[in-house]
């Protein structure tokens, strides 16, 4: 079975600190994504990758950054973090010919105080 | 721009009870539909797809066509079970490479015995 982790399930974290969200898969996909999901505005794509070193922006990246050194291993960076950013984040992959075939981890929910 | 609607849930059935879930779709040319499901504490899984019009995708007594006449995806069953609570979101892919998917916003189902 596909096994994409993610670091924490929950976060508490304070206005202005940097934040570390990481996601493994152990699948050998080539693409991997992150997401967040609030209600009422299901997922947004915030950054994606299909190999290692390289990023794409998604719909919305303002605010975060990420970082892809190990083929299986993709971080989400908060640089510094805000309330507006509490929300579910999902990391998900693929391989990459099959964007569509997404394999998600189960999240990891943030709050910012 | 391309984008998902779904209809608004929560959606509440008693067991056995059938189901549909509503999906349209604006998008340029002809792009790939799916449902994805995400159950209690879950990441989201590939529920169904389909690639292009008319075709029917089905898993687990779940079923969506490919409408492009009427740019629908829409998601039904014969008979819920309890087990199938959970949020369904619809999504769609542009066929153009390197496109990621677009979700809509998701639809809770709640099923009671």
């Known amino acids: 079975d596909v096994k994409v982790t993610q670091s924490s399930r929950y976060l508490v974290k304070r206005t202005g600190e940097k934040v570390f969200l990481e996601c493994v898969q152990d699948?050998?996909?080539?693409?991997m994504f992150w997401y967040r999901q609030d209600p009422g505005l299901g997922l947004r794509l915030i950054y994606f990758s299909y190999d290692v070193k390289m990023k794409e922006k998604g719909d919305i990246p303002e605010g975060y950054s990420v970082s892809r050194e190990k083929k299986e291993r993709f971080s989400l960076i908060l640089e510094s973090a805000s309330t507006n950013q509490t929300s579910m984040y999902l990391c998900?992959?693929?391989?990459?010919?099959?964007?569509?075939?997404?394999?998600f981890g189960p999240g990891t929910r943030l709050t910012v105080t | 721009g391309n984008s998902v609607t779904q209809m608004e849930g929560p959606v509440t059935l008693s067991e056995e009870a059938f189901l549909t879930i509503n999906c349209t779709y604006t998008a340029t040319g002809y792009p790939s539909l799916f449902w994805y499901v995400q159950y209690p504490g879950e990441g989201l899984q590939l529920l169904l797809k389909a690639t292009k019009a008319d075709d029917k995708g089905s898993n687990k007594g779940f079923e969506a066509t490919y409408r492009k006449e009427t740019t629908s995806f829409h998601l039904e069953k014969g008979s819920v079970q309890v087990s199938d609570s959970a949020v369904y979101f619809c999504?769609?892919?542009?066929?153009?490479?390197?496109?990621?998917?677009?979700f809509g916003k998701g639809t809770t189902l709640s099923v009671s015995s």
């Open positions: 998900a992959s693929s391989f990459r010919g099959r964007y569509y075939e997404q394999y």
């Open positions: 999504a769609l892919m542009a066929n153009q490479a390197g496109t990621a998917l677009i």
């Open positions: 699948m050998d996909h080539e693409n």
